[in-house]
């Protein structure tokens, strides 16, 4: 399961108080000599550069909103400022619940989430700091210190010239970066700033880049807006319990005890198409989810395309390149592949045999499987939040009506939070809860009829001995075992000595043809240099990259996911364990596992000049073939 990454999210809410702190620095005159020499001229020459010191002075405050993106997830954001040094920035993370920061007229810095509020200290360097320094620079600030201290020098990035300042010694402060030919102020540590428009006569940088995977999208600005000291006071904390919240069904009965509502990601109009790099291991390089291409010109760009992730509320733009059919790539990328189909239409859907999924927030009336499922509760959730893009994918992966490998399984689900917010804004792993909750599925199975029990428990994310509640799951693990029921998830060689990895698939490739399949993206180029190279045998390999799935977006959507991850093995293996189990009500995983390997196909594959075995790569016929006799 993906993190919910609340903690993440933090950091996130953070880096757009660091870049939006930054563009602030355009509304904040600099005094000479404050800043050390060097550093006041380059900061003089981009004031100027973006509307003059005289303009800038007339603005007392300021308010942005915007999007922020990190991997999959979307929130919307606002920020207000003013001269005299108060802040606060706001992320919205779902209905009801937000991240908030802020600076009040002392100087003090806080930050509250989930009604918890605590003091960010003001004596080590932090993307507040930042804030602080462009909104209050006559204030208290270790930056001022260190950027005066800071050394200036041209380097090259890519094709540009730029003048950087950098502090010496290991003082935390972030690498400042200005165009050699506009003066203009283009990157501080990894978050880069383009898209410099005016607004008002002041050239803002409407877009943000925080390495590969968090973006933020400025999409309004206001100035001189009247804004009361209370925006910026430091809240008083509220009393939460540490068990967030549980809902489960009455006693006796499988319910829906929730229907969230669909998730919305808040992305419209994109100005350019973003760039695939072959040569990252970053995913996610080119996502265009929810967005719309209209007015671009793409008929150049097949590499890019070919590495996008995308969804049915995509628009794409009437100039597409020859080969690129964002259709047949979703029609592709539905099919569970290497002969999943074939298998059902010899009547293996996976019949009688109950599927647990543990995950996130589901859109539990999906038109993949609302009609699968069966009982939908949450555990330890601290919102009650809209759903969320992994729990529909993993559900559809696994028994999905077109997309699933077990399309006539039967569907218990508990959404679940396995951690809670720590201090300084970092999450806390605790297994307990999940624990708790392949329990409750062992409770519910008490309640089914013999013959339609749960026999697998599909749980995308793993655990180790460092991390808190670990006995616990494990120990839970074990009683599911004893009960007949498997669990996978990415800790299975932990749990059961069972080994697998997913696999890569080019976007036009035929999902059926095992010569289609190859290392997964995330882990290609270890496997061809030897870092992460494995005989054929020794793990069972099974579809990752290039899936569509059930969308959160709304009930009839999907999205197509060109990079995957273990999170979309895991339900895979479910599904095809759970058509194991109709053919043979008897199996154990250590049985499934073995005739899986044997029956498993083993291919060549070529990188430039080498060629290496790779298998066993599953074979969903041979296997139940296999089990019929």
Not at 83 to 95: F, M, T
Not at 554 to 575: L, R
Request: hydrophobic fraction near 40%.
């Amino acid at each position: 399961m993906t993190n919910p990454r609340i903690g993440q999210v933090q950091e996130a809410a953070s880096v757009i108080i660091l870049g939006l702190g930054l563009i602030a620095v355009c509304l904040s005159p600099t005094r000479a000599g404050q800043l050390g020499c060097r550093a006041t001229e380059l900061f003089n020459r981009h004031l100027d550069a973006v509307g003059g010191r005289a303009l800038l002075d007339r603005i007392q405050t300021v308010l942005i909103n915007g999007t922020a993106k990190e991997g999959e997830q979307r929130f919307a954001f606002e920020f207000r400022a003013n001269q005299s040094g108060q802040a606060v920035v706001a992320v919205k993370i779902a209905e009801g619940n937000s991240i908030r920061f802020g600076r009040d007229r002392k100087g003090g810095m806080w930050a509250e989430r989930m009604g918890q509020v605590r003091d960010v200290p003001c004596d080590v360097v932090t993307p507040l700091l930042v804030l602080s320094l462009a909104f209050w620079p006559q204030g208290r600030n270790p930056l001022i210190e260190d950027l005066a201290e800071a050394t200036c020098r041209e380097e090259t990035e890519g094709e540009q010239t730029v003048i950087t300042t950098e502090a010496p010694g290991n003082t935390g402060l972030p690498k400042l970066l200005f165009d050699k030919e506009t003066g203009i102020l283009c990157q501080v540590g990894r978050a880069a700033f383009d898209n410099y428009t005016a607004e008002q006569g002041v050239r803002i940088p409407l877009a943000i880049q925080d390495g590969p995977r968090m973006s933020y999208a400025v999409e309004s600005i206001r100035f001189n807006v009247a804004m009361e000291d209370s925006l910026f006071v430091r809240p008083e904390a509220k009393p939460a319990g540490p068990e967030g919240r549980t809902e489960l069904s009455a006693p006796g009965r499988l319910q829906v005890v929730r229907r969230p509502p669909p998730a919305n990601f808040h992305r419209g109009a994109i100005d350019r198409l973003p760039t695939y790099d072959p040569n990252s291991t970053n995913s996610w390089q080119v996502d265009v989810r929810g967005t719309d291409l209209n007015g671009l010109d793409l008929t150049d760009r097949l590499a890019d395309l070919l590495h996008a992730h995308f969804d049915t509320k995509t628009r794409w733009p009437a100039k597409l390149p020859a080969g690129f059919e964002p259709g047949q790539i979703m029609e592709l990328n539905k099919n569970p592949g290497l002969g999943v189909r074939m298998v059902h239409a010899r009547g293996i859907t996976g019949q009688g045999v109950g599927i647990g999924i543990i995950d996130q927030t589901l859109l539990v009336d999906h038109t993949e499987y609302r009609d699968r499922l069966r009982l939908y509760e949450e555990i330890h959730l601290f919102e009650a939040s809209a759903a969320q893009m992994h729990g529909s994918a993993v559900a559809s992966i696994a028994v999905g009506k077109t997309v699933g490998v077990a399309p006539s399984a039967d569907l218990y689900y508990i959404a679940e939070t396995h951690g809670a917010p720590g201090g300084e804004g970092k999450f806390e792993w605790d297994f307990s809860w999940l624990a708790k909750s392949i329990d409750r599925l062992l409770e519910i199975n008490k309640l089914l009829p013999a013959g339609k029990r749960i026999r697998v428990i599909s749980i995308s994310v793993g655990w180790g001995p460092q991390q808190k509640g670990y006995a616990e799951v494990q120990a839970a693990t074990e009683r599911a075992t004893h009960e007949g029921i498997f669990v996978i998830s990415t800790s299975v060689e932990s749990t059961h000595k069972l080994a697998f990895h997913g696999l890569g698939r080019g976007s036009l490739s035929d999902p059926e043809e095992v010569e289609s399949y190859g290392p997964g993206s995330w882990w290609a180029a270890a496997f061809w240099s030897g870092r992460h190279r494995f005989a054929p045998g020794e793990r069972l390999l099974v579809p990752m990259d290039n899936r569509a799935t059930a969308s959160p977006t709304g009930t009839e959507d999907y999205v197509s996911y060109a990079d995957g991850g273990w999170s979309w093995s895991v339900p895979w293996i479910a599904g095809l364990y759970a058509l194991a189990c109709q053919v043979r009500p008897d199996i154990t995983p250590e049985i499934f596992w073995s005739e899986a390997l044997k029956a498993g196909r083993t291919i060549q594959i070529r990188n430039d000049s080498k060629e290496l075995e790779l298998g066993a790569i599953a074979d969903p016929v041979a296997l139940i073939e296999r089990l019929q006799r």
